[in-house]
């Protein structure tokens, strides 16, 4: 499906992955709703989409509030047209052991990161199942599937992500409903994510290793919005090889990152003060952009994300070199 002049909602629109979606739209001709709470944020996103040839209209919203999201979306509809496609992407984040989290912080957490894909996706299909077509894309995690330390709420809610998808996509396919949904699962990404999270330890957080561009998860990201009908993308080897390792060795991981998960998660700089969007945008008065502070350590492609995208040619290429190698074999 083409996204040329088709309206797409994105959530978290304002910065990291969802800035670089949107930049990704308005370069497709996309007519493109932007929702998030940093005003500045989305005022230089839409800035972005028009650059790029699109059409983009903002709309301030917390995603932890239904009546918000309904809101923005019937706002979208009126001023761009019927929705054809609605991108989750919004979250937030707290690095810190469990027991370093309050109560409050955990339940609003839990509120942005599953329940704000919840709600978008809710009010998604409030919108699309009448008109029996549109796409839904969840912006995933390898965490969806291996946790890891000092993330908890993020990592359950991404846990708890695959499992509502999964159960909207079987009653969509009992209705043979022409709506598709599908959720792609990112790797480590340079976003802002790492200066404005909230963290309770003394020095400053990072991705996990190997880390790429959000760029990448656009990619991705816009690909799936317009190939819905495989259920899942992975994008980045160590995505790929998270998700195998999780399903062969799970105990493995659990002592592997147990010895090195705090570590591989912080720098040896101090975390910054004064700094949060857990409750209130990070971005109101300041836009971040797409990219955070690690651009010389990040990568601009992935090998495995563009193996995806053309499986047919890879699994005919190793049909091929198998041919080849069998070939080899009864010469000998």
Known sequence: MSLKDKVVVVTGA???VGRAVVRQLGAEGAKVALIARGEAGLAGAAV????????????AADVSDYDQVRQAAQRAEAELGPIDVWINIAFTTVFA?????????????????????????????????????????QAGSALAYRSIPLQSAYC??????????ESVRTELLAEDSGVKITVVQLPALNTPQFDWGLNRMRRHAQPVPPIYQPEVAADALVYAAEHPERKEYWVGGMTAATIL????????????????????QLTGDKAPTGISNLWEPADEDKDYGAHGGFDRRSRGRSLQLWMSQHRRLVSLAGLGLAAVAGFGLRRR
């Open 156 to 165: 359950g809610a991404k846990h708890a992500i695959v499992g509502f998808t």
């Open 245 to 264: 390792g999780q399903r062969a060795v799970p105990a493995l991981l659990d002592r592997y990152l147990a010895r090195t998960g705090v570590k591989s």
């Open 14 to 16: 304002s910065g990291g």
């Open 48 to 59: 972005d989409v028009g650059a790029e040839g699109g059409t983009g209209k903002t709309f």
């Open 97 to 137: 052991p469990f027991l370093e989290i309050t109560p409050e912080e955990y339940e609003r957490e839990t509120k942005v990161t599953y329940l704000g894909y919840v709600w978008g996706t809710r009010v998604a299909l409030e919108l699309m199942k009448p008109r029996d077509k549109g796409v839904i894309v």
